[in-house]
């Protein structure tokens, strides 16, 4: 690891909460979370800021959970026709020096079809694949998360 990730304060505090989710790989992975949801949920959205100190760019391009799931999707969600849509994608790219929000309403991981809906502050372990075929294993803890629709809501006023 580069000695230069050391960013400051705030940058050294995250390092330190997420140490055992950072391997040799340059992408560092800021507070993992998934998004609680009723016990009948046919989904669960997993959130984290991919952060990638590297010079070239890095993807994930598989994700697995250590939940009993029928499948996991990486997925973004856009705006289209005033409708917010998830379309599945290839891979979530992480430009160099640069970094990408898997946020609500935006890029995440969908947990689908799980066996059991986890309740809020259970820790999930969720299993990147970068595309060069290292994984990274982080710990995503349960908890409430903004709902789609006051996204959504925003988007409209805002107009
Ligand atoms: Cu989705």
Known sequence: MKPGIFIGAAGTLFLIISAFSVNAAEL?????????????????GAFMLLENDSDSEISVVNAYSSLDVDRVELHRTIMADGVMKMIPQQSIPVPPHSSTDLAPGSWHIML?????VPSMGEVVQLTLVLDD???QVVKAMVRQGKKMMDDHSHEMKSE
């Open 28 to 44: 560092v992975v800021i507070d993992p979370w998934i998004r609680s949801a009723p016990p009948n949920a046919p989904a669960l």
């Open 112 to 116: 689908i079809g799980p066996g059991k």
């Open 133 to 135: 075929g290292t994984k």
